[in-house]
């Protein structure tokens, strides 16, 4: 297959953006039902207490379910504010933090209302700085039967992933290492920050 079917991500783990890097074309789901327990809206960071989730708020929907187009952010909690300062409090002795930090930060001061929206423009920005060049369109419908690409929307997730067999988590620098381990699969910005320009060999 030259395609790849994936959930849009908040930041999305290294994983992720691996298939981006090595599949010709690859598209976003949008039509599936928002869940909880995904990277559609949070990513993990390594700090100095080990792994941290960053979630971000989402606006209540009618109903049991919304698709992910549909889904709006919440302004709850300051949660731009506590994201910024988190990825501070992780990042700003890293090797590439200070290289980028001009590059993220318009994430955390400028509002979205759509949670799709947001993730779309985090994407296309992670893979200008990481140097690759994917093709990425959004699906037109949900499709529960895909027979024209590889079907990731279940197998890259926090909880409960499925096997994913050409996936191998390379170990790269990371500043608490020594500390915890190495720390695999967590969000893109956890080995851009680490790696910088040298985070596509990793992919």
Not at 19 to 47: F, G, P, V, W
Not at 63 to 83: A, F, P, V
Not at 123 to 132: G, S
Not at 179 to 201: A, C, P, R, T, V
């Amino acid at each position: 297959m030259t395609t790849a079917l994936l959930t849009s991500t908040y930041f999305g783990p290294v994983q992720w953006y691996q298939k981006l890097n090595r599949y010709a074309t690859c598209r976003i789901e949008c039509h599936d039902s928002y869940l909880k327990q995904t990277y559609r809206n949070r990513c993990m960071i390594a700090t100095a207490n080990g792994v941290q989730a960053l979630s971000v708020p989402i606006e209540k929907y009618d109903g049991l379910k919304c698709e992910m187009k549909d889904i709006r952010i919440s302004d709850h909690g300051n949660w731009r504010h506590l994201h910024w300062n988190a990825l501070l409090s992780a990042y700003g002795e890293s090797p590439f933090f200070e290289f980028y930090a001009d590059d993220l930060w318009p994430f955390f001061e400028k509002k979205w209302d759509f949670l799709l929206d947001f993730n779309m423009e985090i994407t296309l920005k992670m893979c200008h700085l990481i140097d690759i060049q994917p093709h990425i369109s959004l699906t037109k419908e949900y499709d529960n039967a895909v027979e024209d690409a590889d079907d990731f929307r279940e197998v890259i997730r926090p909880k409960h992933p499925l096997a994913d067999e050409d996936f191998m988590a390379k170990p790269y620098y990371q500043v608490y290492k020594q500390k915890f381990g190495f720390q695999k699969n967590l969000s893109i910005l956890d080995l851009l920050m680490n790696e910088g320009n040298e985070s596509i060999y990793f992919l």
